[in-house]
């Protein structure tokens, strides 16, 4: 499956903002979709998954509560709605999708597809 990421953007600190993933598959039922983000010298860190049969979610600590991703039946997309956005946040987002009906993963090596990122800067 082919992800392509978009949505990024610059913010200032306490807005939102509004990531998508579309996928290339049509049928996205065997799949968890996660999102990843990156800063320059840092491993890939776990924001939020979501399995596509199902819905269970889960999240990182710290995004809990400010963040939300949700499945797009219609496009065969997933979104990321960010608000109360921290300078803490900027980095560059990557979606990817692992395949499995039961699970989802919260480490980079549980998925086997990735977008190319889309870059979130949160000025003061």
């Known amino acids: 499956v082919q992800l392509q990421a978009s949505g990024g953007g610059l913010v200032q600190a306490g807005g939102s903002l509004r990531l998508s993933c579309a996928a290339s598959?049509?049928?996205?039922?065997?799949?968890?979709m996660g999102w990843f983000r990156q800063t320059p010298g840092k491993e890939r860190e776990f924001v939020a998954t979501i399995r596509w049969s199902g819905g269970n979610t889960y999240y990182a600590d710290s995004v809990k509560g400010r963040f939300t991703i949700s499945r797009d039946y219609a496009n065969n997309a997933v979104h990321l709605q960010m608000n109360n956005l921290k300078p803490e946040d900027t980095a560059v987002y990557y979606c990817?999708?692992?395949?499995?009906?039961?699970?989802?993963?919260?480490?980079?090596?549980?998925?086997?597809?990735w977008g190319q990122g889309t870059e979130v800067t949160v000025s003061q």
């Open positions: 990817a999708a692992g395949r499995s009906i039961v699970s989802t993963s919260t480490t980079p090596r549980g998925y086997n597809h």
């Open positions: 598959e049509r049928t996205l039922s065997s799949y968890f």
